[in-house]
């Protein structure tokens, strides 16, 4: 079974809205990474965030860790149209390789 | 952007043909990785390779076989393809196959198989 699992699977948003990504695992992990694939691309790293670290920021993305309910949230402030992607959290463990999620496709519409 | 290319980008193709997907990078990076997609859909680890001479079978069964006779190059070859091969085929790297490090991905190839 998958380890991380995006919600919702699709979101769509006003242009200047805010949009939060939820992605929930099953086991225990050491970190977190964030990413995103534009349509028909590869995926982009966006973010990683350790199992010892609660929030982390980056320019307009904001993401929360809570091991204890294995969950994290991905949130983009004043959203954009170039902020149209899919998004997918990818959970990792000692000695062994990412598992990515099923992602969350956002649209932002102008 | 990633240092990171794959070709072709689009390939279509009959049933029974040969095909060699090509990846290179040059960051140096030992970790290298094969993921398939289908639209829309998650990734799934095909094949990974943690340097020269290194080639590992990822989570998802493949027919797929891949090669990694120098450190910048992870090629994934499909003997006879089928319609069941059509996908979107991405590669990937990184520095370390500790967990801590970041997976830079090339642009993928949209696979069909006619």
């Known amino acids: 079974s998958q380890q991380g699992e995006e919600d919702p699977q699709a979101l769509s948003i006003q242009e200047g809205e805010n949009a939060t990504m939820n992605c929930s695992y099953k086991t225990s992990i050491i970190n977190l990474q964030w990413y995103r694939q534009n349509s028909g691309r590869g995926l982009v790293h966006l973010i990683l965030?350790?199992?010892?670290?609660r929030e982390k920021h980056s320019g307009r993305l904001r993401v929360t860790l809570d091991t204890s309910k294995k969950s994290s949230s991905l949130l983009i402030t004043a959203s954009r149209a170039a902020d149209t992607a899919s998004y997918f959290c990818a959970t990792g463990n000692y000695g062994q390789n990412f598992v990515f999620g099923p992602g969350t496709r956002l649209s932002v519409l102008p | 952007e990633a240092d990171i290319y794959q070709t072709p980008r689009y390939l279509v193709i009959g049933t029974g043909k040969k095909i060699t997907l090509e990846c290179s990078q040059t960051?140096?990076?030992?970790?290298m990785y094969w993921y398939q997609q289908d639209p829309g859909m998650e990734l799934h680890l095909i094949h990974y390779?943690?340097?020269?001479?290194?080639?590992e079978k990822g989570d998802l069964s493949s027919e797929s076989t891949v090669s990694r006779i120098r450190t910048e190059h992870f090629p994934l070859t499909l003997e006879s393809a089928r319609p069941s091969h059509t996908s979107q085929y991405l590669c990937?790297?990184?520095?370390?196959?500790?967990?801590?490090?970041?997976?830079?991905f090339g642009p993928g190839t949209r696979l069909t198989v006619t």
């Open positions: 990937a790297s990184s520095e370390s196959a500790e967990s801590d490090y970041e997976q830079y």
């Open positions: 965030i350790r199992s010892n670290e």
């Open positions: 390779s943690y340097g020269v001479n290194s080639t």
């Open positions: 960051m140096g990076h030992d970790k």
